[in-house]
């Protein structure tokens, strides 16, 4: 028997709109796929709807290792200007190396849509177009973001100790000027034991 006011079921929070429809645009996607190749196997023969598959795959392939190569080229290229003082402004343009992996991974899916999601996006407007509006989205929502999420998260601090204790702290900037470990309202008192 328990004492007191005994608290109410928690409510579970709402589902958002991808995790509900995701599942069934995957599983439309896929009859799509399926069905396209059908028709293309209907109006050919079975031979060519294998070359398309082989084709995508090898292209795929070819687009990822292409773009990989690129990454690491730049990678190298900047780690070596740093290393000699050179400015950020003249570091290798890499943008676009994602949405062209990302290009190659669905030429690599098998499905006549995914070959053509994946020839468009190695088009460089076409990628250049997606990479504004991803960053776009992106900044917006780190703007949206409420109280208690992310932004939060930088606030506050858990220190997990070696004797499994759990410390609840807040992070605080060192302000120039100030000595370290100050705070505004003084020095900053040792955790206790």
């Not at 994602?98 to 407007?125: A, E, H, N």
């Not at 917006?140 to 004797?163: C, M, N, T, V, W």
């Amino acid at each position: 028997m328990t004492t007191g006011a005994q608290t109410p079921y928690p409510t579970r929070p709402r589902r958002s709109r991808l995790r509900t429809f995701l599942p069934l645009g995957v599983a439309a996607w896929l009859v799509l796929e399926i069905w396209l190749l059908t028709v293309v196997a209907g109006a050919s023969n079975g031979l060519v709807v294998l070359l398309l598959l082989v084709a995508g795959l090898v292209l795929g392939s070819v687009v990822i290792k292409r773009a990989g190569r690129r990454a690491f080229q730049n990678l190298s290229e900047t780690l070596q200007q740093q290393q000699g003082g050179v400015t950020a402004a003249s570091r290798p343009n890499s943008e676009g190396n994602g949405l062209m992996m990302m290009g190659g991974l669905l030429l690599i899916i098998p499905g006549l849509v995914s070959d053509v999601l994946g020839l468009v996006l190695l088009v460089p407007p076409v990628q250049k177009a997606v990479s504004r509006y991803a960053e776009r989205t992106f900044e917006r929502k780190l703007r949206e973001a409420a109280q208690g999420s992310l932004g939060d998260a930088f606030q506050q601090a858990r220190i997990h100790r070696p004797d499994g204790r759990i410390v609840r702290g807040e992070v605080i900037r060192d302000e120039p000027g100030g000595a370290p470990g100050d705070t505004p309202q003084g020095p900053r008192p040792p955790l206790a034991r």
